[in-house]
Nanobody, 125 residues
Framework: QLQLAESGGGLVQPGDSLRLSCAAS?????VGWFRQVPGKEREFVAT????????FYSESVKGRFTISRDNSKNAVYLRMNDLKPEDTAVYLC?????????????????????WGQGTQVTVSS
């Protein structure tokens, strides 16, 4: 059973940056980041395939967030720049049972089998 653990969240001001990490207990293929606010549906943020050459972002974060990975460490990262109050949420990483193609299919929560517990990101002045 693959286990995922997110870290790196916190309280920041608008315009600040954060880097989230997703540490996996084993090898991963396509990995995605989602976020959730209480009372709302889980929202797709970004996804990356095994090679790292395939990435896909939601329109709300494109140009501000960057997803990357280090397969030697079984880790996936989410660099978040120019954070806005509307980015406040619990951020979760998820791993798919296979490498997704096309990578845009990684925008669906149903693609993923394994989920972490999440890390809170709060953007407030």
């Amino acid at each position: 059973q693959l286990q995922l653990a997110e870290s790196g969240g916190g309280l920041v001001q608008p315009g600040d940056s954060l880097r989230l990490s997703c540490a996996a207990s084993g090898r991963t293929l396509t990995v995605g980041w989602f976020r959730q606010v209480p009372g709302k549906e889980r929202e797709f943020v970004a996804t990356i395939n095994r090679s790292g050459f395939g990435t896909f972002y939601s329109e709300s974060v494109k140009g501000r967030f960057t997803i990357s990975r280090d397969n030697s460490k079984n880790a996936v990262y989410l660099r978040m720049n120019d954070l806005k109050p509307e980015d406040t949420a619990v951020y979760l990483c998820a791993a798919a049972p296979n490498d997704v193609y096309p990578i845009s299919y990684g925008g669906k929560a149903s693609t993923y089998t394994y989920w972490g517990q999440g890390t809170q990101v709060t953007v407030s002045s």
